[in-house]
Every structure is written in structure tokens, then in C-alpha cells.
């Protein structure tokens, strides 16, 4: 009967710790994405580096703090100017949980430096003080990089 009743123990436990490890890609993607929204959110940011097709055009943010709020506003004020936008971060490919598959959208309107910056980034890394993203243009093939870091 003891014997029984062990078997049946072992069984269960097997059968629970079994059933914990499987989780959904959705949900890690979701925490991947959960976690770049806090952070973006999480302060002030400024753009450090910022470089067009082989262009650096850094200097043309300088001066300006970025607020990333949590109903998709992006909000750039610096050097007398305040200027809106928006911004997401969407998952390209649900079957993907990893970091570079989730796009980091800026979207502006005006001034037309700041037009520069809207695109759908990929995420090369983000750091609780950094976001770092990269686009390939569709268009001319050059590549684009961004860097935010919080202020």
C-alpha cells in the first residue's frame, strides 16, 4: 500500500513540475514588450546618438528631453520648442518572444528634423538607462541608428 501511495505522490509532483515549465511564446513576448514600455516610460530620455544612412545627425536633437507616456504620446521639449508625436511597441511575429523581434515605432509629424526619426526601429538592446535600435530603409538600403538614454 506504501508503495502504491509513493507511486501516486511521485506521479503527481512529476505531472505538476511537468506542467509548469510549458509556457506560451505570447506570454514571453508579452513580457518582453511589457518590459521596454516600463522602461520608455520610466522617465525623461535624450537622444545620445543618432546617425542617418552613414550621417551622423546627433546635434539635431540636442538640448531636447523625450517623454514617452503610457497612452502612446511622445513628447520632445528643448531649445524653446515643444513638439508631439507617437510612439508603440508592437511584436512583428507572435510565434518570436525574443527582444529584436518586437518594433519600437516613432512616429512625428513636424518639424521635419524630427520626421527623420519616425519609423518602425528595431531594438538592438535596452538597459533600465538605455534603448539602442536600428532600421534597415526599404527604400535606399541604408541603415539608421538610434540611441535613447534616460536623463
Not at 520632445?76 to 508631439?84: E, F, I, Q
Not at 518639424?111 to 527623420?116: G, M, S, V, W
Given at each position: 500500500?506504501?508503495r ?65 507616456s ?8 528643448g ?19 525574443s ?9 512625428f ?8 526619426l ?34
Amino acid at each position: 500500500m506504501k508503495r502504491i501511495t509513493i507511486y501516486a505522490v511521485l506521479s503527481v509532483l512529476f505531472f505538476v513540475n511537468t506542467a509548469s515549465m510549458c509556457s506560451s511564446d505570447d506570454s514571453s513576448s508579452d513580457t518582453n514588450q511589457t518590459i521596454v514600455i516600463n522602461t520608455a516610460i520610466s522617465g525623461t530620455w535624450r537622444i545620445t546618438n543618432y546617425v542617418d544612412s552613414g550621417v551622423v545627425k546627433t546635434n539635431n536633437f540636442s538640448g531636447f528631453n523625450f517623454t514617452f507616456s503610457q497612452n502612446g504620446t511622445l513628447t520632445a521639449v528643448g531649445n524653446g520648442l515643444t513638439t508631439s508625436g507617437t510612439w508603440s511597441v508592437t511584436d512583428r511575429n507572435s510565434n518570436d518572444d525574443s527582444l529584436s523581434d518586437l518594433d519600437f515605432n516613432i512616429a512625428f509629424t513636424s518639424p521635419a528634423n524630427f520626421f527623420d526619426l519616425t519609423d518602425d526601429w528595431d531594438i538592438i538592446s535596452r538597459t533600465d538607462t538605455r534603448i539602442q535600435l536600428i532600421d534597415v530603409s526599404g527604400g535606399n538600403g541604408g541603415t539608421d541608428y538610434l540611441t535613447f538614454e534616460k536623463n
